[in-house]
């Protein structure tokens, strides 16, 4: 039988966005990896699920430190979110918008910020400025609307209706599992055969996700990486038009390293929204096996305890 990946894919939009969104690089990183597909595909960043939906894998462990796009998900698959609700509600809400204005997009926020009903992130994460996901040290969402009052046309909502029905019937024909936690939580779960696609916010630049993201932790995680006795594939930036990445030669020396010329959209300054040079870390390296004992023990020993675990990640009490 040939191998699940590498293959072509193609790259449809999810319906929720997020910086450092994969999406246009899909194909590429579906053509640079080798897997049989005989365990799950685990992302300890799932962000806006791009990289899942168009693999489409029959089984996988999705997780982020996000609880809002965590929960979009899971009510995506129990059904409580589909394309009809979803319609009704961009309709009613896009209505409010074009009457009322931005003071209707900060009342929502405010709505969000409150009770974090899923549907309240669709319509902001459409609504808002550049389509950013960002929240501030409480957690709360903080992107200014995008001043566009007319913004909810009907071909837009038959757009997002579009790809909510396409994310819904992906996730509800698969056998996949969403997890709100950190990523250490994540790797501690990857079993043999799983693959590993890993999509950390990038060293150096700042991007205002749910949770703090420091050099330290980045260690950390490339160091944890390096453990798994599974296949893995890392996005990483190599290099912009100011600098290159020193987290690569100094962790990933030795690995083959498949690099591409990408434009990330989104993002709140100029400097974030820059071409730049991407790479995907691809492993085992050379010489190590792709299967071997239980992860367990080795991923374990680079990762924080429980005690410092839960410093950088404290989950509110509503989840
Ligand atoms: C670059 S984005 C992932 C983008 C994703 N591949 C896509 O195509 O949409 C990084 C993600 O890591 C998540 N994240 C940040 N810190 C985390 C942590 N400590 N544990 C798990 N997820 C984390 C963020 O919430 C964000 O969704």
């Known amino acids: 039988m040939p191998p699940f990946l590498p293959r ?18 899909v194909p590429w990183i579906a053509e640079s990896i080798h897997w049989q597909g005989d365990g799950r595909w685990v992302e300890p960043f799932m962000g806006s699920c791009a990289v899942a939906l168009n693999i489409a894998p029959a089984r996988a462990l999705l997780a ?9 998900y899971q009510q995506l698959q129990n059904g409580a979110i589909d394309a009809r609700i979803v319609r009704q509600f961009l309709e009613e809400e896009g209505a409010a918008l074009l009457r ?11 709505r969000f910020n409150a009770r974090g009903d899923p549907l309240d992130l669709l319509f902001l994460n459409r609504a808002c400025f550049n389509g950013m996901m960002r929240f ?19 071909a837009l909502i038959t757009r997002i209706c579009n790809q909510i029905a396409w994310a819904a019937s992906i996730i509800r024909e698969n056998d996949w599992v969403f997890k709100w936690q950190p990523w250490p ?17 990038y060293v150096g630049r700042h991007a205002g996700y749910h949770s703090q993201w420091e050099a330290e932790q980045a260690d950390r995680l490339a160091h944890a990486v390096k453990g798994l006795p599974t296949r893995f594939a890392y996005s990483m930036w190599k290099a912009n038009r100011y600098r290159s990445n020193a987290h690569l030669p100094k962790h990933f020396a030795g690995y083959r390293i498949e690099t591409t010329a990408h434009f990330y959209h989104l993002g709140a300054s100029e400097r974030l929204r820059n071409g730049m ?10 010489g190590r096996a792709a299967c071997g004992p239980t992860p367990q023990a080795p991923v374990a020993s680079s990762l924080p305890s429980q005690a410092s675990a839960s410093s950088w990640f404290s989950r509110p009490s509503s989840c």
């Open 8 to 25: 072509r894919t193609g790259a449809h939009a999810p319906p929720i966005k997020i910086q450092g969104i994969k999406t246009r690089l």
């Open 64 to 72: 982020d430190s996000n609880p809002h796009i965590v929960r979009f």
């Open 100 to 110: 009322k204005g931005e003071t209707h997009y900060y009342d929502v926020r405010d």
């Open 136 to 154: 501030n040290g409480k957690g709360h969402f903080n992107v200014p609307f995008c001043r566009k009052p007319e913004r909810f046309r009907p």
């Open 185 to 201: 939580d994540t790797l501690a779960a990857v079993a043999p055969g799983d693959f590993v696609y890993l999509d950390p916010p």
């Open 277 to 286: 040079q991407e790479a995907l870390v691809i492993g085992p390296a050379a």
